[in-house]
């Protein structure tokens, strides 16, 4: 052991000797950079030969090395400050601690006082109701009350109405609402080209006929259709013009960045007023049951807030299978004065609705996920239509009925064909070797729905299959590494050259050059 001590001893000093001279170094070098009497010297020796132009020179360089000096100074100075700015002493640290714990406290406190003069204004505002209103509501309680006490649902006894709103439209539909005539005349093809004629003779919007074939078309496969582009190009103002065409205005929900769950589309019950706060698109949800028509509700600008947070629950209750299943609940308990339509506290989600999302993909929303994605039918709208003679076209009532008969027909006429699917099945296995990518079988049903659909609207086949497999499949490459996908993106183009013909799916060959010349993050 003693020989490991005298190693180490030696080791050691020779290390402190290195790091002594180092320092004595830079010491010296301290001292060196500031005797001035050595300056003075060398100044003295050399004034005596100095030109005019010499001790121009002189000046200047002195000037020079006083900017340096101040400038090493600064940079000091500034290092130092970065390096100390975020050390709070202890007690000091605590204190902001407990500081940012009662400002957290101030602003859900603020949140509650918020939501309680909110449903206050509410209550003033858009949910007075009519002594008529009232008298309806009490002939029909003691037959109410009777139902309610059957089921197994606590029944509580109200002073007032606790949805003023929903029980407004039973009053409106009993005694205004008389149903309109439906021209039940028109294919899937002429739906578009009247719509098309519509929107340009009468609002002087202008879109191609292929958008409008995407878009009634989707609605034969999804429930929920997304607008996605650049600013400017109509993605609020399609769905706003559709809804003028059926003559029912479409409900436009503009999502606030708030939004944080499904209160703020279907309301919540306020303790504080004893009334159901009803926000537009639960009113249109209920106005639905009523009638037969096709009805719009436009999210605009749906992911300037988190999609899955606020819409969650409704994408769930669209996916099942059985329409009489589609309950929403709002309140846990009953009462005779509540509307007509509402079981045990539950209203039911009707059919005849579409939902479509408008999205801007820019650096103030958020991304969308693949929840939401698979669930909808995504169209790209990135451009504006030309300027076009339209006739003029008068507007429409739709039934739901019939558009949705026109769907099943067009299912049975133009089902994709049985070689086209085979096919289908050997792409999906040449993304699942090469990308890791399948279809899924909530996607096959798509396509399946949607491209029959779109041959009756007056497309094709083969462009169907091209428009849905560059939304629903491709899109899917954004979320994948450029490195890994990029020596494949040659090769699926080749493939698709060769089973579906070189002259075909442009939409997704385009597509994939885009993405291997702009880079997928």
Same mark, same amino acid.
């Given at each position: 052991?003693?020989?490991?001590?005298?190693?180490?001893? /030696?080791?050691?000093?020779?290390?402190?000797?290195?790091?002594?001279?180092?320092?004595?170094?830079?010491?010296? &070098?301290?001292?060196?950079?500031?005797?001035?009497?050595?300056?003075?010297?060398?100044?003295?020796?050399?004034?005596?030969?100095?030109?005019?132009?010499?001790?121009?020179?002189?000046?200047?360089?002195?000037?020079?090395?006083?900017?340096?000096?101040?400038?090493?100074?600064?940079?000091?100075?500034?290092?130092?400050?970065?390096?100390?700015?975020?050390?709070?002493?202890?007690?000091?640290?605590?204190?902001?601690?407990?500081?940012?714990?009662?400002?957290?406290?101030?602003?859900?406190?603020?949140?509650?006082?918020?939501?309680?003069?909110?449903? +206050?204004?509410? @209550?003033?505002?858009?949910? $007075?109701?009519?002594?008529?209103?009232?008298?309806?509501?009490?002939?029909?309680?003691?037959?109410?009350?009777?139902?309610?006490?059957? @089921?197994?649902?606590?029944?509580?006894?109200?002073?007032?109405?606790?949805?003023?709103?929903?029980?407004?439209?039973?009053?409106?539909?009993?005694?205004?609402?008389?149903?309109?005539?439906?021209?039940?005349?028109?294919?899937?093809?002429?739906?578009? $080209?009247?719509?098309?004629?519509?929107?340009?003779?009468?609002?002087?919007?202008?879109?191609?006929?292929?958008?409008?074939?995407?878009?009634?078309?989707?609605?034969?496969?999804?429930?929920?259709?997304? &607008?996605?582009?650049?600013?400017?190009?109509?993605?609020?103002?399609?769905?706003?013009?559709?809804?003028?065409?059926?003559?029912?205005?479409?409900?436009?929900?503009?999502?606030?960045?708030?939004?944080?769950?499904?209160?703020?589309?279907?309301?919540?019950?306020?303790?504080? /007023?004893?009334?159901?706060?009803?926000?537009?698109?639960?009113?249109?949800?209920?106005?639905?049951?009523?009638?037969?028509?096709?009805?719009?509700?436009?999210?605009?600008?749906?992911?300037?807030?988190?999609?899955?947070?606020?819409?969650?629950?409704?994408?769930?209750?669209?996916? +099942?299978?059985?329409?009489?299943?589609?309950?929403?609940?709002?309140?846990?308990?009953?009462?005779?004065?509540?509307?007509?339509?509402?079981?045990?506290?539950?209203?039911?989600?009707?059919?005849?609705?579409?939902?479509?999302? /408008?999205?801007?993909?820019?650096?103030?929303?958020?991304?969308?996920?693949?929840?939401?994605?698979?669930?909808?039918?995504?169209?790209?709208?990135?451009?504006?239509?030309?300027?076009?003679?339209?006739?003029?076209?008068?507007?429409?009532?739709?039934?739901?009925?019939?558009?949705?008969?026109?769907?099943?027909?067009?299912?049975?006429?133009?089902?994709?064909?049985?070689?086209?699917?085979?096919?289908?099945?050997?792409?999906?296995?040449?993304?699942?070797?090469?990308?890791?990518?399948?279809?899924?079988?909530?996607?096959?049903?798509?396509?399946?729905?949607?491209?029959?659909?779109?041959?009756?609207?007056?497309?094709?086949?083969?462009?169907?299959?091209?428009?849905?497999?560059?939304?629903?499949?491709?899109?899917?490459?954004?979320? &994948?590494?450029?490195?890994?996908?990029?020596?494949?993106?040659?090769?699926?183009?080749?493939?698709?050259? @060769?089973?579906?013909?070189?002259?075909? +799916?442009?939409?997704?060959?385009?597509?994939? &050059?885009?993405?291997?010349? +702009?880079?997928?993050?």
């Amino acid at each position: 052991m003693n020989a490991f001590f005298y190693y180490f001893y /030696t080791m050691m000093e020779h290390i402190v000797g290195l790091f002594m001279e180092v320092v004595y170094a830079i010491w010296n &070098l301290l001292v060196a950079l500031v005797d001035i009497p050595y300056y003075i010297d060398v100044f003295k020796t050399y004034r005596g030969e100095l030109t005019t132009a010499g001790w121009i020179c002189v000046i200047l360089v002195h000037i020079l090395i006083l900017a340096l000096i101040v400038l090493v100074l600064y940079l000091i100075y500034r290092g130092l400050r970065i390096a100390f700015r975020f050390k709070v002493p202890v007690v000091e640290y605590e204190r902001m601690k407990d500081e940012v714990v009662r400002l957290n406290r101030e602003v859900l406190k603020t949140q509650y006082e918020k939501d309680k003069i909110l449903a +206050m204004k509410v @209550s003033e505002i858009g949910m $007075q109701v009519n002594a008529d209103i009232l008298e309806g509501v009490n002939e029909d309680s003691s037959e109410k009350e009777t139902e309610h006490a059957e @089921s197994g649902v606590a029944t509580v006894e109200v002073g007032e109405l606790r949805f003023p709103r929903l029980s407004g439209v039973d009053e409106y539909f009993k005694k205004e609402y008389a149903a309109p005539e439906y021209d039940n005349t028109f294919s899937l093809e002429e739906l578009c $080209q009247k719509m098309r004629n519509f929107a340009a003779s009468r609002l002087g919007l202008y879109y191609d006929l292929e958008i409008m074939k995407r878009l009634i078309a989707s609605f034969g496969a999804a429930k929920m259709v997304i &607008l996605q582009g650049i600013s400017g190009t109509g993605k609020t103002s399609l769905p706003y013009a559709f809804g003028q065409f059926i003559q029912y205005p479409s409900v436009i929900c503009s999502v606030q960045p708030s939004w944080r769950d499904r209160t703020e589309l279907v309301g919540y019950y306020n303790e504080f /007023t004893k009334k159901y706060t009803e926000p537009d698109f639960l009113k249109a949800l209920y106005e639905a049951q009523f009638v037969e028509d096709v009805r719009l509700v436009i999210l605009d600008e749906m992911n300037i807030a988190r999609v899955e947070y606020y819409f969650a629950e409704m994408l769930s209750i669209l996916e +099942m299978p059985r329409e009489d299943e589609r309950f929403i609940s709002l309140v846990s308990s009953k009462a005779a004065s509540d509307p007509e339509k509402m079981r045990e506290g539950k209203i039911w989600i009707p059919s005849n609705i579409w939902y479509v999302g /408008t999205i801007n993909n820019d650096d103030s929303t958020f991304a969308v996920s693949d929840k939401v994605y698979d669930r909808a039918i995504p169209i790209d709208l990135d451009e504006k239509a030309e300027y076009f003679e339209a006739p003029d076209q008068e507007p429409i009532h739709l039934n739901y009925k019939y558009l949705m008969m026109l769907f099943e027909e067009a299912k049975k006429k133009y089902p994709i064909s049985q070689e086209v699917l085979i096919e289908l099945d050997k792409l999906d296995s040449y993304l699942i070797k090469h990308f890791r990518l399948t279809f899924g079988n909530r996607i096959m049903r798509q396509i399946k729905d949607f491209v029959p659909c779109y041959v009756a609207c007056g497309g094709t086949e083969i462009d169907g299959i091209d428009f849905i497999f560059s939304c629903k499949i491709l899109r899917k490459f954004e979320s &994948l590494g450029m490195g890994f996908i990029r020596d494949e993106i040659d090769g699926l183009i080749k493939y698709l050259d @060769s089973v579906f013909g070189e002259e075909n +799916m442009q939409i997704s060959k385009n597509y994939l &050059l885009r993405l291997k010349k +702009m880079g997928v993050s």
